[in-house]
């Protein structure tokens, strides 16, 4: 088993849908980041999290520490936000990474 | 401001040869991190550096190795290239480590033939 699970590992959606991702871990984390990759490479860190809630723009991410859980949401979908997203924990002194969920919003 | 650079950002090398790629991190941040992602494994951390120190490490053999000079841009060596290692290279920067938010390069990508 995985130590960082996301879901869902496919997503299409309609532009202005509301969405969810979902972020499992197994192991203690100092922080959790949220990724985004567009084709072509190039990663972009969205938020870092070690608690609460943080909004930027369309995104929001919340993190639940003793579920070990965290969400990425975004609102108002549009087609640029197709991408991979990636969750990543810092674990002691290693990051480890989800296997990401390919976003494909559609207009 | 200008972004993390890295350079070559593709490459073709040899089963046996050996290859270096270079990251040249934000003015003012102190750590430069590697990550390989490949279609099978996806993206795995490499080693962390931080004022010319090696401060962390994944799970990687020793033909792997880094390492960062006094203006804080890093080089990443592979030596006795094989197959397995084609793969995109990543490096991030950040002002202080692995739990600070970190800005990406664009890559090198590497295909091993």
């Known amino acids: 088993k995985n130590e960082v699970e996301q879901s869902p590992q496919n997503l299409t959606a309609q532009e202005g849908e509301f969405i969810t991702i979902n972020c499992s871990y197994s192991?203690?984390?100092?922080?959790l980041h949220w990724l985004q990759q567009h084709p072509g490479g190039g990663i972009v860190s969205l938020f870092m999290?070690?608690?609460g809630k943080k909004k930027h723009g369309r995104l929001i991410a919340t993190i639940n520490i003793q579920e070990k859980h965290s969400s990425l949401h975004i609102t108002a979908s549009h087609p640029r936000d197709s991408a991979v997203y990636i969750c990543a924990v810092t674990n002691t002194d290693k990051l480890i990474f989800g296997t990401g969920t390919r976003l494909q919003v559609f207009p | 401001k200008a972004g993390v650079t890295q350079t070559p950002r593709y490459l073709i090398k040899t089963r046996g040869q050996q290859v270096t790629l270079s990251c040249s991190p934000i003015?003012?941040?102190?750590?430069v991190s590697w990550y390989q992602q490949t279609p099978g494994q996806g993206l795995q951390f490499l080693f962390e550096y931080f004022s010319e120190t090696q401060r962390n490490k994944g799970n990687f053999p020793g033909r792997f190795s880094g390492r960062q000079f006094s203006n804080s841009r890093s080089e990443m060596n592979v030596s006795t290239l094989e197959l397995g290692d084609s793969a995109l290279y990543l490096c991030?920067?950040?002002?202080?480590?692995?739990?600070?938010?970190?800005?990406f390069g664009q890559g090198t990508r590497l295909t091993v033939v």
């Open positions: 003015s003012g941040h102190r750590s």
């Open positions: 192991v203690g984390i100092s922080a």
């Open positions: 999290l070690s608690s």
């Open positions: 991030a920067s950040s002002w202080k480590g692995i739990d600070a938010e970190a800005f």
